[in-house]
């Protein structure tokens, strides 16, 4: 048996092309307990200015933040995975229901742009989020203690 088909924990997308996708493909480091429940991703972005494909590597903690952030966002709220290590990615909902995008990496670019997503988004992302639970679920329990957890991302 293979690895999992990819799934997309965020698709945002609207009637004039413009997208981001954070697409997760796969465990980081299957089997090693420090990376087994690292996940990593591409996030997708087309705009009509930028095509681009960063990596992004997501945390259980990433995921939980993510769901909380989700479940309380209102208008002139903001939402976000990996802050602090490498890539960043964030929305803000603003009062007209358009979500503003924000992704920065600091090696590579930083970015904003305005989506205008489906009137349902939130309740499909909480079922993406749901599906990649599903489909990447948490499997270590405990790595040992003491372990330092590593970053593919940390800049040291």
């Known amino acids: 048996m293979g690895e999992p088909e990819p799934v997309d924990l965020i ?4 009637a004039d092309g413009d997208r981001c996708i954070v697409r997760v493909t796969g465990r980081y480091q299957p089997g090693i307990l420090t990376g087994h429940d690292t996940l990593r991703a591409d996030v997708l972005v087309s705009t009509s200015f930028l095509d681009a494909r960063l990596e992004l590597y997501l945390f259980q903690r990433d995921l939980t933040a993510w769901e909380h952030e989700l479940e309380g966002l209102v208008p002139g709220g903001e939402a976000g995975i990996g802050g602090g290590r490498g890539l960043e990615f964030g929305i803000r909902l603003s009062e007209e229901q358009s979500v503003g995008v924000t992704i920065n990496d600091p090696d ?12 349902d988004w939130i309740q499909d992302h909480r079922d993406r989020l749901d599906r ?21 991302d940390r800049r040291n």
């Open 11 to 14: 698709h945002l997308a609207d």
């Open 108 to 119: 590579r670019l930083s970015t904003f742009f305005w989506i205008q997503p489906q009137d």
């Open 132 to 152: 990649l639970r599903q489909v990447w679920p948490s499997e270590v329990i405990q790595t040992a203690p003491m372990v330092y957890e590593w970053s593919p």
